[in-house]
């Protein structure tokens, strides 16, 4: 892990580096907003209610789910139960943050506060690597971020208007983009059985059951906290 | 207009309310860990974290998924722990899975 260190740097070569980075997922990200777009169409959703929700909201999955509790009258009661079930589903966000922090630390705060506000999985799991590897620019963080932010909100615009039009994602195997993606990108993150194996493993078996007996998303997070637990228990050298 | 109906309003508060929903999870692990000394403790669950987030969100998802999905996730680890470049291992993912559907119509 790293060091306590001085302050994290910014840079404008750090963010182009970050947005090449995340070339790659370009694809299935782009086929996920126009499927969002055509999705929200079908709900109901104005064209401009549909870009605002990716511009402020900018978490697929979350709005996907929000989409089958979308209403025609809205209720205090059901503004609470969408905003609870989207912190559900992004309930991952905040453990990615935690995981992050300590790059973040030293920073100046208002440009973590906005910089996060571009946080998503595959920005995640690129800087997550990239720091792991040596790299401490946050540009790498906040530049994949963003380039990913503009590509969800001008596809939903498309995905909203010509929406049958969209190929089967299926037929390429886009909708595996992300599975895929976070699986290979955590290959760099092993550091053998101890550190690694152990954690990993619970995540992943808590993450099975929590799924099998709990509905909706609770599975991601019940995993990922109990695979830090287990790391916390087991001592790298000892 | 019943009671409680939020009018033509609601729509707008409802993507209101999953934005702050949102970016508070965003916040939410930084604000709380920027209160936590790191121990040796917490940066060995620090150090687990990453790893733990994708095999939580992983497997669930594979094993939901099927066949396919497992193929494909499987490949893509494979090529990545063998040649260590995250095109090809996306690549060879995807091909698989989209091989597997192909030839199986599921």
Redesign the interface.
Known sequence: ?SL?SSRPTLTLQGCLLGARMLV??LPGLVVYSLAFGAASANRG??LA?AT??SA????GA??MV?LEL??S????????T???V??TV?????????????W??GGPPVR??LG??F?VDASW?LA?RYREEGGRDLGVLFGSGMLSWVVWVSGTIPGYLAGSLVAEP?????D??M?????????????GLR??AL??????????A??ALVPGYL??????????????????RG | ??A????G??????????????????????V???RVR?TP?????????????????????????GP??IA??VA??L???LV?N??L??AA???V??GI?LLLPI
């Open positions: 892990m306590p790659p997922v959703l104005t209610e605002a929700m402020i909201v900018y978490a979350a709005q929000s979308w209403q009258t809205w209720t205090a009661a059901s503004l609470l969408v905003a609870l989207t912190a992004n309930a991952r966000f905040a453990l990615m943050g935690a995981s992050i922090q300590p973040l630390r973590s506060a996060l506000f946080l799991i997550t299926r037929r390429f195997a886009l595996l983009v599975p895929v993606f976070f699986a290979a990108m955590a290959v760099p993150l092993w550091r550190a690694s954690p990993w493993a619970v995540a992943g078996l808590v993450g099975l929590v799924q599975f991601i997070v019940a995993g990922a906290l109990a695979g830090a637990f287990t790391g916390a228990l087991v001592r790298d | 207009m019943t409680g109906d939020l009018g309003y609601g729509p707008a508060l409802a993507i209101l309310a999953m934005a702050a929903a949102t970016y508070l999870c965003r916040v939410s692990g930084v709380l860990m920027s790191l403790a917490v940066q060995r669950a620090l150090a687990a974290l990453p790893g733990s987030i994708v095999a939580a969100t992983v497997l669930p998802i594979a094993a939901r998924s396919d999905a494909g996730i893509g680890v090529t990545m722990a260590r995250e095109v291992a996306l993912g995807l091909g899975a989209a559907r």
